[in-house]
T-cell receptor, first 113, second 118 residues
Framework: NAGVTQTPKFQVLKTGQSMTLQCAQD?????MSWYRQDPGMGLRLIHY???????DQGEVPNGYNVSRSTTEDFPLRLLSAAPSQTSVYFC????????????FGQGTRLTVV | AQTVTQSQPEMSVQEAETVTLSCTYD???????LFWYKQPPSRQMILVIR??????QNATENRFSVNFQKAAKSFSLKISDSQLGDTAMYFC???????????????FGTGTRLKVLA
């Protein structure tokens, strides 16, 4: 019973590099989302998806792209990494976004140098 | 703007004692959900307890209970009989509707770091 799996757990990037953070869930959840966690700021929503083929922006979408080609996978792409994107990134899923618990992955700690 | 405020950045409590973490929020919505999540050093976010705003009865889950004051927009978490495993960061969160998409999102507070002392 894997739940929500994020890879990698740690990553160091150079400014300007691109990369994809992977998120996969095996619970057949429709709703998936990406958050970033910064010290003193809690978690902030980057992008979310209410189902395959449907994505939308959250509070802090700039510099990130997402796609949802399958129910299981919701990758987050950094197009050109910047030091301001140094953060811990969490992927979460739930059967629907209302009235249910969100299941979180274990996070990816990203450092951009 | 919808906000969630946790005014206690750090707290400590002796093992077996009771501790209360505070949370206030600001919203114009009438129907919403409130949550407390626990984040231990492993980074995993774990749901502790949730409260539906339309329910007057305070939610409880074993040693965890809330004091929900809707008029005051307050949602505190009480941990009874604290255990060493309760040491973690605790986040209060408010779930609000996104009117443009018909879906919902969390607004998180900045967290309270709780340390349980042996």
């Amino acid at each position: 019973n894997a739940g929500v799996t994020q890879t990698p757990k740690f990553q160091v990037l150079k400014t300007g590099q691109s990369m994809t953070l992977q998120c996969a869930q095996d619970m057949n959840h429709e709703y998936m989302s990406w958050y970033r966690q910064d010290p003193g700021m809690g978690l902030r929503l980057i992008h979310y998806s209410v189902g395959a083929g449907i994505t939308d922006q959250g509070e802090v979408p700039n510099g990130y792209n997402v796609s949802r080609s399958t129910t299981e996978d919701f990758p987050l792409r950094l197009l050109s990494a910047a030091p301001s994107q140094t953060s811990v990134y969490f992927c979460a899923s739930s059967p629907d976004p209302w009235n249910t618990e969100a299941f979180f992955g274990q996070g990816t700690r990203l450092t951009v140098v | 703007a919808q906000t969630v405020t946790q005014s206690q950045p750090e707290m400590s409590v002796q093992e077996a004692e009771t501790v209360t973490l505070s949370c206030t929020y600001d919203t114009s919505e009438n129907n919403y959900y409130l949550f407390w999540y626990k984040q231990p050093p492993s980074r995993q976010m774990i749901l502790v307890i949730r409260q539906e705003a339309y329910k007057q009865q305070n939610a409880t889950e074993n040693r965890f209970s809330v004091n929900f004051q809707k008029a005051a927009k307050s949602f505190s978490l009480k941990i009874s009989d604290s255990q060493l495993g309760d040491t973690a960061m605790y986040f209060c969160a408010f779930m609000k509707p996104i009117t443009t998409s018909g879906t919902y999102k969390y607004i998180f507070g900045t967290g309270t770091r709780l340390k349980v002392l042996a």
